[in-house]
């Protein structure tokens, strides 16, 4: 390589053409197939394939929201080590886009998912009076159209900019990133938090918690982390990634990720510990809904699935250095996040825990699109920044 001499000519600049085309195409037949049993589920039984299609596009934006984060946030602090893995995090970060077109379906269905307080029902609630200047149908879109709005130009304006820096030793790519990370972080930070508000915690309005915003970042930041391991060990597996991105990234990788599942179980402990001593009806009516009948079986799989069992195997340093164990943690924690999601829309449906395929369908759609999204941004770009100021520093980097 030109830039960085022979310490880094073990690794592969691009995917092969044909490796490339494979995966754009597994990724396309992924979405059609997810696109048609969505559109299946939706004719078949509207109202369930509106809660079951908010989730499954909340997982899909609330991990490419946590990749982007992660590509703001090495920006910001300046940080040597991650420069394969800010590269696969922008790939993950394009789904954002994407997901500008995944809404359209919660637009349409959004008078059956917010019922309570966009239908007539809301006219004799006294409560939802105080708070229809801000939940009424006319500012709930402008709002969702300036998230979205946000998350997509930031999105495409840092994967632009990071092109552009593989293409010269010009360092001012990498330099306008670093002063466009601060203002950035806050954009995201609030548009993050009153998306959570508006998407998920006013499904049912009379319910609120000032951490809710929190919440879901903790499970984007560990879902996103969860996408970037299993890439990464997906290009040292096909021998691709030697020296930029090798067992020490992956290491490093293993250790975020283990952090955030402590942050995330502390941030879900903390606003239950909150609810449950103030003892205010209105506020534990939530963890009440969640633990009746079968929905005490998914708060407990929870507990268990997305903070125990990993914080348990991501424990050790070996386990963060193996490609197996780091992937099925990985795996896990990306169920154990859509497990928590489907925990905090479908209980607002019934109940009583009810599976059904429309679930499943509500899930492939937006998994499908973003599975070929994720595909065309690895299938069309270099699989690590070829001239990031910090590109054979990264590779040098060891843990003790």
């Not at 004719?43 to 596009?57: C, E, M, P, Q, W």
């Not at 990788?253 to 952090?259: A, D, E, M, R, W």
């Amino acid at each position: 390589m030109k830039s960085h001499g022979s310490a880094l000519a073990e690794d592969a600049k691009v995917l092969d053409k044909a490796v490339a085309k494979r995966l754009v195409s597994r990724g396309m037949a992924l979405a059609i197939v997810g696109v048609v049993l969505s559109a299946a589920a939706a004719v078949t039984d509207a109202k369930r394939f509106a809660f079951s299609y908010l989730t499954g596009f909340t997982w899909l934006a609330t991990i490419g929201l946590g990749a982007l984060f992660f590509v703001i946030i090495q920006h910001l602090t300046r940080a040597r080590w991650s420069a394969a893995a800010r590269r696969h995090m922008e790939w993950v970060s394009g789904v954002l886009p994407a997901c500008v077109v995944l809404f359209l379906p919660i637009a349409v269905l959004a008078h059956d998912i917010y019922h309570h307080w966009m239908g007539p029902e809301a006219a004799n609630d006294h409560v939802l009076h105080g708070k229809a200047a801000y939940l009424n149908p006319t500012f709930f879109y402008i709002r969702a159209a300036v998230f979205l709005a946000a998350w997509a130009g930031l999105s495409v304006w840092f994967i632009k900019t990071s092109r552009e820096q593989d293409k010269s030793a010009d360092f001012r790519p990498t330099a306008r990133m670093r002063a466009s990370s601060a203002p950035a972080v806050i954009v995201f930070a609030l548009t993050l938090s009153f998306a959570a508000f508006d998407w998920l915690m006013s499904i049912d309005p009379h319910w609120y918690s000032t951490i809710f915003g929190v919440y879901v970042f903790a499970g984007a930041a560990t879902s996103s982390l969860s996408a970037l391991a299993l890439v990464t060990i997906a290009l040292h597996k096909a021998g691709l990634l030697r020296k930029v991105s090798n067992v020490e990234r992956q290491h490093d990788i293993g250790k975020l990720l283990f952090g955030f599942v402590i942050f995330w179980a502390y941030i879900a402990f903390s606003q239950f510990i909150l609810i449950w001593y103030a003892n205010i009806p209105e506020e534990t009516i939530f963890y009440r809904h969640r633990w009746e009948g079968e929905w005490h079986v998914v708060s407990l799989a929870l507990l268990f699935g997305h903070f125990i069992i990993p914080f348990l195997v991501l424990l050790s340093r070996h386990a963060k250095r193996s490609p197996l164990v780091l992937g099925a943690a990985s795996v896990l924690l990306l169920v154990m996040h859509y497990v928590d999601l489907y925990w905090l829309v479908m209980p607002n449906v019934d109940h009583h825990l009810h599976l059904s395929w429309i679930d499943l369908a509500g899930l492939l759609g937006p998994l499908g699109v973003g599975a070929w999204v994720l595909a065309l941004q690895a299938a069309k770009s270099p699989l690590y920044p070829l001239n990031d100021p910090h590109l054979a520093e990264a590779a040098r980097i060891d843990n003790p």
